[in-house]
C-alpha cells in the first residue's frame, strides 16, 4: 500500500480529527454569516433570524454533551468486555470502527460547533441576515446529529458481540489476503549474491510496505531488490529491510518505504487476522468461558478464508517485476489460524470433529494449502486421539476419520 495513504487511513482513525473538522465548521459558520450582510433577503432573514438560533444552538450543546459523555462510556464498557471475553487484540477494532468513530466524532464536533455558534451570537457578531445563516447550517448540522444517533444506536446492539468481532476480523483478513495473493505473480526467492543492504533504524513491527515506491527505487538504480522484512516481521534496529543487486543512493527512500510500528497491524499482514481469529478460539475454549460454539464459528471462517487464499491470482504478469518478496508459507498460515483450536480443543469431541472435517476439506484444494492441511490434519487426529476420554466420543471419532 502507498504510504502516504497507509499513513491517512491511520489518521482517518483518529475520533479528534473528525471532531476538529466540526470546530473549524463552526467557525467557517461565523465567518460566512459576516460575510453574508447584504446576500440575505430581507423576509428570509425575517423568519430565521431571531433569538430562536440561539436557543436551537443551547439546545445542541447542552444535548451533545451528554450524549458524548454517555457514547465515550459504551465505547469503554465494549472496550472492557471484548478485551476480556474475546482477545486484547480485537479490542482495538472498538476504537477503530467506522460507524463508532464517525458517531462520537459527530457528537463531539456538533457540541463545539454549537459553542462556537452561540459565542459568536452572544457576542453581537452578526445581525438578523448574519443569523439566519447560522441558523440554515445548525438545521442541517441537526440532521446529521439525528442520522448518527439513529446508526449509533444500531451499532450498540453489535458493538461488543463476538460474532461481530469474527466478522470484522474476517474483513480484515480477507482485504489483507487480497492484497498479498498477488505475490504469488511476483520472482520469488533470494538474491544470490546481494550487493548491498539497507537495515532499519528502528526497532518494532513492519505495518506497511510501500512497494511502488521500492519498484521506482529498483528502476532508478537499475537493480533488483529483495524485500528481507515483510509485513508483519519483527525487526531491531540493525536488522536488514532489503538487499539489493547492486548500490543504491536514496537510503532514505528506501526506509520511509516500510512503516515499522510498536504492534502489527490488519492492513497487509493476513497472519496476523488469523492469529487473533485463533486467538478468539483459544479463548472460547478456556475453562473459564468453555464455548464451543465460539470456536466452531472460528474454525468455519478459516474454511472460507483458506479457501479463498488457495485460488490463484488473475493474470500472469508481475506487478512489481524489480522486487523479490518472500511468500506467506501455508502452514505457518493454518497454525496461526487453527493451532489454538488444536491444543485447547484437542479434548473436545465437538471441536476436534469439526477441526478434522475443515482440515480434510481443505486438504483436497489442489493449491498449495492442500499439503499442508493434510499434515495438520493428521496432526489433529493423532493429538485428539490421546486427549479424548475413553468411551463413545473416542470411538465416534475414531471410526468417523481413519
Known amino acids: 500500500m502507498n504510504r502516504w495513504l497507509f499513513l491517512i487511513r491511520r489518521l482517518g482513525r483518529k475520533l479528534w480529527l473528525r471532531a476538529s473538522l466540526y470546530a473549524l465548521l463552526g467557525i467557517a459558520t461565523a465567518i460566512a454569516a459576516t460575510l453574508a450582510r447584504g446576500l440575505v433577503p430581507d423576509d428570509f432573514a425575517e423568519r430565521f433570524g431571531g433569538d430562536s438560533v440561539v436557543s436551537v444552538l443551547t439546545i445542541l450543546a447542552s444535548s451533545m454533551l451528554a450524549v458524548a459523555t454517555f457514547s465515550l462510556g459504551a465505547m469503554v464498557t465494549a472496550y472492557t468486555s471484548v478485551s476480556q471475553q474475546v482477545t486484547p487484540r480485537v479490542a482495538e477494532l472498538i476504537t477503530g470502527d467506522e460507524t463508532t468513530q464517525k458517531s462520537l466524532s459527530t457528537f463531539v464536533g456538533a457540541f463545539l460547533y454549537a459553542i462556537v455558534g452561540v459565542t459568536a451570537i452572544n457576542a453581537g457578531y452578526y445581525g438578523a441576515d448574519g443569523r439566519a445563516v447560522v441558523f440554515v447550517i445548525t438545521l442541517i448540522v441537526v440532521g446529521l446529529v439525528a442520522f448518527r444517533l439513529l446508526a449509533w444506536v444500531s451499532r450498540l446492539s453489535s458493538l461488543a458481540r463476538v460474532g461481530h468481532m469474527i466478522e470484522r476480523v474476517e474483513g480484515l483478513t480477507r482485504d489483507a489476503m487480497a492484497q498479498r495473493i498477488d505475490d504469488r505473480r511476483h520472482p520469488s526467492g533470494r538474491l544470490s549474491e546481494p550487493a548491498f543492504t539497507v537495515a532499519s533504524e528502528k526497532t518494532g513491527y513492519v505495518q506497511n510496505v510501500d512497494r511502488e515506491h521500492l519498484q521506482g527505487v529498483a528502476e532508478t538504480a537499475d537493480v533488483m531488490i529483495e524485500v528481507v522484512a515483510g509485513p508483519g516481521k519483527l525487526l531491531r534496529r540493525g536488522d536488514a529491510l532489503i538487499r539489493t543487486s547492486g548500490g543504491i543512493k536514496d537510503l532514505n527512500g528506501v526506509r520511509a518505504a516500510f512503516a515499522i510500528g510498536p504492534t502489527r497491524s490488519f492492513e497487509q499482514d493476513p497472519r496476523y487476522g488469523l492469529v487473533v481469529l485463533g486467538e478468539i478460539a483459544g479463548k472460547a475454549l478456556s475453562p473459564g468461558l468453555n464455548d464451543q460454539g465460539t470456536a466452531v464459528q472460528v474454525i468455519a471462517t478459516g474454511l472460507q478464508l483458506m479457501e479463498e487464499w488457495d485460488r490463484d491470482p488473475e493474470g500472469d504478469r508481475a506487478i512489481h517485476d524489480r522486487l523479490l518478496i518472500p511468500?506467506?508459507?501455508?502452514?505457518?498460515?493454518?497454525?496461526?489460524?487453527?493451532?489454538?483450536?488444536?491444543?485447547?480443543?484437542?479434548?473436545?469431541?465437538?471441536?476436534?470433529?469439526?477441526?478434522?472435517?475443515?482440515?480434510?476439506?481443505?486438504?483436497?484444494?489442489?493449491?498449495?494449502?492442500?499439503?499442508?492441511?493434510?499434515?495438520?490434519?493428521?496432526?489433529?487426529?493423532?493429538?485428539?486421539?490421546?486427549?479424548?476420554?475413553?468411551?463413545?466420543?473416542?470411538t465416534r471419532f475414531r471410526a468417523a476419520f481413519r
Do not use: H, N
Not at 501455508?330 to 470433529?353: C, H, K, N, P, Q
Not at 499439503?371 to 485428539?384: L, Y
Open 327 to 394: 511468500p506467506i508459507e501455508e502452514a505457518d498460515m493454518l497454525d496461526d489460524l487453527f493451532g489454538s483450536s488444536i491444543r485447547y480443543g484437542e479434548g473436545d469431541y465437538v471441536v476436534a470433529t469439526r477441526l478434522q472435517k475443515v482440515l480434510r476439506s481443505l486438504g483436497e484444494l489442489p493449491g498449495r494449502v492442500g499439503p499442508a492441511a493434510r499434515s495438520m490434519a493428521r496432526e489433529s487426529r493423532r493429538r485428539s486421539l490421546k486427549a479424548l476420554p475413553e468411551g463413545t466420543d473416542r
